[in-house]
Nanobody
Framework: QVQLVESGGGLVQAGGSLRLSCAAS????????MGWFRQVLGKEREFVAT????????YYADSVKGRFTISRDNAKNTVYLQMNSLKPEDTAVYFC?????????????????WGQGTQVTVSS
């Protein structure tokens, strides 16, 4: 069992930056694929970024490529999402998720554990 807690969300102006953190408790974090997703009320949960256990395989949604960076510190059981050049359309609740599979997936249905989410609001 893995518990995930996100932090770092908030209100930022367009063009600004935020860094989200996701702290994991429980065993096995260093072997999990970790992902970030986001959701706007009334819409489906959307893939943002994912990293395999070592961080040498990372994938991004086209909408965030070049602006967002996923990273992880397995010694601290933490995964990060650095978000730069934020746009109003990035406004959403951001969730981190853990997947015990070695393979890296972009679909939320593949992930086993989820955090409670953190709100990111980008003003124009």
């Amino acid at each position: 069992q893995v518990q995930l807690v996100e932090s770092g969300g908030g209100l930022v102006q367009a063009g600004g930056s935020l860094r989200l953190s996701c702290a994991a408790s429980g065993r096995g974090f260093s072997s999990y694929t970790m992902g970030w997703f986001r959701q706007v009320l009334g819409k489906e949960r959307e893939f943002v970024a994912t990293s395999n256990w070592s961080g040498n395989r990372r994938y991004y949604a086209d909408s965030v490529k070049g602006r967002f960076t996923i990273s992880r510190d397995n010694a601290k059981n933490t995964v990060y999402l650095q978000m730069n050049s934020l746009k109003p359309e990035d406004t959403a609740v951001y969730f981190c998720a853990a997947d015990h599979n070695i393979a890296v997936f972009t679909s939320p249905v593949e992930y086993d554990y989820w955090g409670q989410g953190t709100q990111v609001t980008v003003s124009s």
